[in-house]
């Protein structure tokens, strides 16, 4: 027979409720208490009822997480945070990610509801202020990430894309870099994490009394490592004189630092580089990348505070907007 709740108490020497804590990833359990439970548990191949305890509680105790793609590493590590904040409070996380369509992103929102989740994380891409009332028809407790749909009725939890990519660019002008390219823009966007950081970017060359040059402000399709590095193969290849760039993702930073060690031009010598994301992967780079961390885990950790809150019946407070704090990541990629 499987084993269960009590055996594994019986073994680990402690009651069914330290068990149950340990189960449910409550902080307030000593190590060394939480290791001798571990240990029974995998001793005894114990695995939780999940039917029973939704029966219980009326809940899955799950939650799903949407997001556009999980090829770019910063929803692969946002997901890793979600995670993390969901099994504080007992939840588990069902991700699901959706093609670069309209279509896709809304039969991905709309199975959230099929599949018996308690809410759901939603990172918009496609829809506008214009789609806002098909979330409600979800029909369940949502909060939303990324940029689009400011002013819905749902909470949202993002960060401050403006400002940091303001506080990216000043960095380079500090730094005396006077032809500062801005890589990642996609041209007529205005609400999205691309329109936003190019205005911070513009903002920052403004405050510099400079003048934006059109030739340095580079479109590309996706936000993938093989984007920047296409890119930036362009811009050598055209003749364009930079030297700094302001990569509006890691991804790109990555790809377009990857052709110009290729082509023999010095980083940060003759070209510094800014990222934007803060990736793991930033900090064994050669050279290391300097970065803006955007406060991913903090969007992460409210947001899955904030969705539990509505689950568990906060449904009276009004619709809650967070924007998450940023900092800048100097690393090599930028110093003298």
Known sequence: MSATLHDVARAAGVSIKTVSN??????????????????AIDELQYRPNQAARSLRSGRADMIGLIVPDLR??????????????????????????????????????????????????????SLGED????????????????????????????????????AATAHLIAAGRQRI???????????????????????????AGRAVDPALVVPVDRWHRVDGADAMRAVLDAGTAFDGVVAFNDSLALGAMRVLLERGVRIPEEVAIVGFDDLDE?????????????????IARVAVDLLVDRITGDDGVAPREVFADFRLVERESTRA
Do not use: C, K, W
Not at 82 to 111: C, K, N, P, T, W
Not at 292 to 297: C, L, M, N, V, Y
């Open 282 to 298: 930033t900090r064994y780079s050669l050279p290391a990348l300097t970065t803006i961390d955007p406060g991913r885990s903090e």
């Open 131 to 166: 789609d806002a009332a098909l979330l409600d028809e979800v029909g369940m407790p949502m909060v939303l990430l990324g940029e689009r749909i400011f002013h819905s009725a749902h909470d949202h939890v993002t960060m401050r894309n403006t400002e940091a990519a303001h």
């Open 22 to 39: 340990v189960i449910n990833n409550y902080p307030h359990v000593r190590s060394a208490t939480r290791e001798r439970v571990e240990a």
């Open 181 to 207: 390219l801005a890589l990642g823009s996609h041209p007529g966007e205005v609400v999205g994490s691309a329109g936003l950081r190019l205005r911070g970017y513009e903002s920052a060359l403004a405050e």
């Open 72 to 125: 770019n590493p910063y929803f692969a590590e946002l997901a890793d945070d979600v995670m993390r904040a969901a099994r504080a409070h007992g939840f588990s996380v069902l991700i699901e990610q959706f093609d670069a369509e309209r279509d896709s992103e809304l039969a991905a929102l709309r199975g959230a509801r099929r599949r018996g989740l308690d809410g759901v994380l939603y990172s918009v891409l």
